[in-house]
């Protein structure tokens, strides 16, 4: 049998009875529909939600968003949320609607996040080319500026004909439930085949259930794993966004009591372990604590799970400096299992986990290593007590408060099951060393890409994907001016996000590196232009809070910290979005990592901060590794 439906209303069918389940749990694969219309796909794609939403309100609901990448960023933290088992389809229309996606596909990219992206695209049939935004290419007839997603995008297909349609839904299913390939999926739909009526089989709108499986890992591979870890003097976990998509914190805590291996975390992996557990160190890394990059530097074994070893994880390959450090990593993804020459456990974090413990019997770490770990860890927390509540003779110039200031008081009167949103500037640094995670879902800072915009964004798609928690959007002033527009959307949906608004006047996190480089915070302040052509006068009068309060979002303005902790109590106890907006001194810190990022700064100069600079990265760049001996499994 078959029915007779356009191609977008076939999708939209489709996509409606598409599930994801591991464990036996069982969930909708698609959650809902993202997108803004125009010309390119109203007719099309917008018509047969709105068809599906008159038959059906809870079928694929539709979601009006009001900035193309920004509704793809909501749909990658709403995927990270459910730990990559659901996530949403976006619709934007032909050509700049749909290029505004190509950012958020990046991003969802390379987080490794599943999201649905369905740009429209120019006539099939060419009948009136050039269209209105097409791209005409010289050189190719069959390109269009779809094309960009080619190389963001873990799976790309253009549905040129009807019959294609199903071929290119099931290969896009299956990219977007595989853990390994996951990450944008984009299915481009010329606007005219969006209209086009076909035939098609009714099997096609039948409910699939797409299993998403937990590889466990070789018997021998475990073997040499457990003999690595035994010969280990000075073993240190990094654990990585792989432990959440798992589920695997049980597995690595009751591991880490059992052995007494120290655990610390990547931006991604935050949260694997309460930050007061005894092998809990914190954060790693370029923005680590001392007391992780301490361990790090003098380990012998890294144990990396779930985690792609960034640059900043590794502090540029500098974080990790015994002569004889072997690496073991975990991870579903050969890619990632065989970084720095390591041992390659391709195999499920959790599974792996209990295998290892179970192997390793009653083996642990020396009683001495324990207390050297415990005794960094005291020293750290005893630095951002002081970060959170600094002296009198500490706190920041004209009575304002510091970032870190602003963090430790979101920090102590939040909820352990609230959940902290940050993506750009200096609040990721700073949160991944200073924020005190009390639940693996109380921390989400996207720094895969770091972009720019996708707080607020990202803040829905995790109030979407955990309504029952409140969600704290950190933001900068510099990122808050790139992408506000979703506010609308949550007074629109009513999803209460407390927005915290740092203002600094400009981008502090890279006038803080313009300095530490010898560029002198260059074009780093919002100031307004001089008579002698400079960007050093005054700061510019933008008023962030009456702009936030035009999208109908009440705004608690504050100065101080007693102000702050009232502004938050209120905020905690409203029914809808709200904001508080806090100016900071933004010459003002975080405590140093004891640890580098490797920014090259300029050979040759006439300034003599950018010679001093430059001095100073070459004496850091010789501490630089490039970890390609080989591990092996035996003792």
Not at 2 to 18: D, E, H, I, P, Y
Request: charged fraction near 20%; proline fraction near 5%; hydrophobic fraction near 40%.
């Amino acid at each position: 049998m078959t029915v007779r439906l356009t191609v977008a209303q076939a999708l939209v069918r489709f996509l409606s009875v598409q599930y994801s389940e591991r464990d036996g749990a069982r969930q909708r694969l698609i959650e809902g529909c993202l997108g803004i219309f125009g010309h390119g796909n109203v007719a099309g794609v917008g018509q047969a939600l709105l068809q599906s939403e008159l038959q059906d309100p809870k079928a694929l609901p539709y979601i009006l968003a009001r900035n193309e990448q920004a509704m793809v960023h909501t749909a990658a933290a709403f995927a990270r949320t459910r730990d990559r088992l659901q996530t949403y389809a976006c619709t934007a229309s032909v050509g700049p609607g749909s290029t505004n996606m190509v950012t958020g596909a990046a991003l969802a990219t390379i987080n490794r996040l599943p999201v649905l992206i369905l740009p429209s695209d120019v006539f099939a049939t060419r009948v009136t080319t050039p269209v209105l935004q097409e791209l005409e290419s010289f050189g190719a007839g069959d390109l269009s500026v779809n094309d960009a997603f080619r190389p963001v995008s873990k799976y790309f297909d253009r549905v040129w004909r009807p019959e294609q349609l199903p071929s290119a839904l099931m290969n896009a299913m299956r990219v977007l439930t595989d853990p390994v390939e996951t990450g944008a999926v984009t299915l481009a739909l010329p606007q005219d085949v969006q209209a086009e009526a076909y035939d098609w089989p009714d099997e096609l709108f039948e409910e699939r259930t797409w299993y998403v499986a937990r590889p466990l890992p070789e018997a021998s591979i475990v073997d040499k794993a457990v003999a690595l870890l035994r010969s280990a003097e000075r073993p240190l976990i990094v654990a990585g966004g792989g432990v959440h998509y798992s589920g695997a914190e049980d597995a690595l805590r009751e591991f880490a009591e059992r052995t007494g291996v120290p655990v610390s975390e990547t931006q991604a992996g935050k949260g694997s372990l309460s930050w007061d557990h005894p092998q809990s160190v914190g954060a790693v890394g370029s923005t680590g604590t001392t007391a992780a990059n301490a361990l790090a530097r003098d380990a012998d074994l890294v144990i990396g799970i779930g985690t792609r070893y960034s640059d900043f994880t590794t502090a540029s390959r500098t974080a990790f400096q015994n002569p004889n450090v072997r690496f073991l990593n975990i991870n579903v993804a050969r890619f990632d299992s065989a970084k720095h020459a390591g041992l390659p456990v391709v195999a499920d974090a959790r599974e792996t986990l209990v295998s290892l413990g179970s192997a390793l019997g009653e083996w642990s770490v020396d009683a001495h290593y324990t207390a050297e770990t415990q005794e960094l860890t005291r020293t750290w927390n005893g630095t951002v007590d002081a970060v959170f509540r600094p002296a009198a003779d500490r706190t920041a110039a004209e009575g304002l408060l510091t970032q870190g200031e602003v963090i430790g008081t979101v920090n102590e009167l939040s909820a352990a099951s609230d959940v902290v949103v940050c993506a750009a500037g200096s609040m990721p640094g700073d949160l991944h060393k200073l924020w005190r995670t009390r639940d693996p879902k109380g921390y989400h800072v996207e720094y895969g890409y770091s972009c720019m915009g996708y707080e607020i964004a990202g803040g829905l798609g995790v109030r979407l994907g955990a309504p029952d928690r409140d969600v704290f959007v950190l933001v900068g002033d510099g990122s808050y001016l790139m992408m506000s527009s979703e506010l609308a959307t949550a007074v629109q949906e009513n999803l209460k996000i407390i927005v915290v608004l740092v203002q600094n006047h400009g981008f502090a996190s890279i006038g803080a590196l313009s300095e530490s480089l010898g560029s002198q915070r260059f074009g780093t302040a919002y100031r307004k232009r001089t008579g002698d052509g400079r960007l050093d006068g005054d700061y510019l009068p933008v008023d962030l809070a009456a702009n936030v309060r035009s999208f109908g979002v009440d705004v608690i303005d504050v100065r101080s910290r007693s102000e702050l902790e009232k502004a938050i109590r209120t905020a905690k106890a409203a029914t809808g979005p709200i904001a508080i907006h806090v100016t900071t001194d933004p010459l003002i810190g975080g405590p140093d990592s004891d640890s580098w990022w490797d920014v090259p700064v300029s050979e040759v100069s006439e300034l003599r901060s950018t010679q001093a600079a430059a001095a100073s990265y070459e004496e850091s760049k010789k501490a630089q590794r490039p970890y390609l001996s080989p591990t092996e499994g035996d003792s």
